[in-house]
T-cell receptor
Framework: QQQVKQSPQSLIVQKGGISIINCAYENTAFDYFPWYQQFPGKGPALLIAIRPDVSEKKEGRFTISFNKSAKQFSLHIMDSQPGDSATYFCAASYRGGTASKLTFGTGTRLQVTL | DGGITQSPKYLFRKEGQNVTLSCEQNLNHDAMYWYRQDPGQGLRLIYY???????QKGDIAEGYSVSREKKESFPLTVTSAQKNPTAFYLC??????????FGEGSRLTVL
């Protein structure tokens, strides 16, 4: 059962453009929504995360927008750069214990062209 | 530097053989995890451990086994019972319900 749906599967953006990746979740108990960035052959790295008590969080060129009523959240990359080319995963978890049992989306492969 | 070390980075296995993937962390994190990554399927949780000498099955535990004898170490054994073991395996750790910190991964190929 896929509890976090991510789209698009791949994305091509020109340098300087805005990259937008969307995720939707089903479990209303989820209360932690991180985004991970993964380069080929490497492990994912935490990029930015949000909790549902805020609708937006910005860190540098990266912004998470969160819509609790629609059960959707998205990642916006402003002024996209070739170095941003990577696979991005959204994820979600809930405070079900002391472990971060994240459920991941299927990933979006972003390519930023010159 | 603090981090998570996975070894080996690449591993080849013949059908019917068990293999063990190593994961060591020096972040003093209580919780550790193993994920499997396949193209187009994201990351799926195999096992996780919240404290030493305790671990729980994730979503795809069949054909895998783990141990947690030390806080720093969480090895994963891929047994011959795992029907499709070729994948990229990722170990991670965390403090309580915080974000996960991942290792560099181990790529297992069954010949």
């Amino acid at each position: 059962q896929q509890q976090v749906k991510q789209s698009p599967q791949s994305l091509i953006v020109q340098k300087g453009g805005i990259s937008i990746i969307n995720c939707a979740y089903e479990n209303t108990a989820f209360d932690y929504f991180p985004w991970y960035q993964q380069f080929p052959g490497k492990g994912p790295a935490l990029l930015i995360a949000i909790r549902p008590d805020v609708s937006e969080k910005k860190e540098g060129r990266f912004t998470i927008s969160f819509n609790k009523s629609a059960k959707q959240f998205s990642l916006h990359i402003m002024d996209s750069q070739p170095g941003d080319s990577a696979t991005y995963f959204c994820a979600a978890s809930y405070r079900g214990g002391t472990a971060s049992k994240l459920t991941f989306g299927t990933g979006t492969r972003l390519q930023v062209t010159l | 530097d603090g981090g998570i070390t996975q070894s080996p980075k690449y591993l080849f296995r013949k059908e019917g053989q068990n293999v063990t993937l190593s994961c060591e962390q020096n972040l003093n994190h209580d919780a550790m995890y193993w994920y499997r990554q396949d193209p187009g399927q994201g990351l799926r949780l195999i096992y996780y451990s919240q404290i030493v000498n305790d671990f729980q099955k994730g979503d795809i535990a069949e054909g895998y086994s783990v141990s947690r004898e030390k806080k720093e170490s969480f090895p994963l054994t891929v047994t011959s019972a795992q029907k499709n073991p070729t994948a990229f395996y990722l170990c991670a750790s965390s403090i309580r319900t915080g974000g996960l910190f991942f290792g560099e991964g181990s790529r297992l190929t069954v010949l």
